[in-house]
């Protein structure tokens, strides 16, 4: 796979996820009803931040996701984007999906041809979940990328000989930021923590992990805790196939 092919394979995907807004794409099936029934947490929190915070997860705010992607999209809808073209500015996320996931294997594979690689991070738009994802804006497509960062910087960590311990907070830092946007991505803490177990034992360095993540996890529990942990009770809808 020499670099001319690669850029006709990426031209041909972006174009091919163009099209899929032009036919509206949900590969997935249930893409464009979680969008649809989600964008109204977008509009509350524009006009009354406090009060959608307040109940968000509750009765008529019933939800399963976190709040935080629906407050960064209500700051887009308040500077005067509608929420049609929002959905056009989530195309921004391929580029940086792309380059994130060609990072990781940069890093894990050292010896493979870097147009190998580059095509392999291209086959990542084939994707149905990222091609849905893209039309119909959902937290978990922020969450995966932020999540791929932490897997970057943990690769890092068992590459480099000196200053692990800068990797291993690039790894909780981001991971954080999964997590707050898609609570799914916090039990890999657990196999990270591990991981930093094996490496730096009872020290210091493991003091300061941990710590670190206890500080980051803080907000997000006392909040859920504040909130009864709503999204354990939320329904999961049925797709029909």
Not at 112 to 134: C, E, G, Y
Not at 154 to 172: P, Q
Not at 208 to 233: G, H, K, R, T, V
Request: with cysteine; hydrophobic share 50%; aromatic share 22%.
């Amino acid at each position: 796979m020499d670099k001319s092919k690669n850029i006709f394979l990426g031209v041909v995907l972006f174009l091919s996820i163009i099209f899929s807004y032009i036919i509206l794409e949900d590969t997935i099936g249930g893409a464009k009803n979680d969008f649809v029934f989600h964008k109204k947490f977008i509009i509350l929190f524009a006009e009354d931040f406090k009060n959608t915070l307040n109940n968000y997860g509750k009765g008529e705010l019933l939800a399963r996701n976190s709040p935080v992607f629906y407050i960064f999209l209500s700051l887009i809808y308040k500077s005067g984007i509608d929420l049609d073209n929002i959905k056009y500015l989530n195309i921004i996320s391929i580029p940086v999906l792309i380059y994130v996931f060609y990072s990781c294997l940069k890093i894990q594979f050292k010896n493979i041809n870097t147009n190998l690689l580059i095509f392999l991070s291209f086959v990542v738009l084939l994707s149905p979940t990222v091609r849905s994802l893209v039309v119909w804006p959902y937290p978990i497509l922020y969450g995966f990328i932020f999540f791929l960062l932490s897997i970057k910087f943990y690769l890092k960590f068992t590459k480099v000989k000196n200053y692990k311990i800068n990797e291993a907070f690039k790894n909780v830092l981001f991971l954080a930021l999964a997590s707050y946007i898609t609570p799914n991505f916090s039990v890999f803490a657990i196999f990270f923590l591990y991981k930093f177990f094996l490496e730096f034992k009872n020290s210091r360095n493991l003091f300061y992990i941990i710590s670190l993540n206890c500080l980051l996890a803080i907000p997000a529990f006392l909040y859920y805790y504040i909130n009864d942990f709503y999204f354990f009770n939320a329904p999961v809808s049925s797709v029909d196939l």
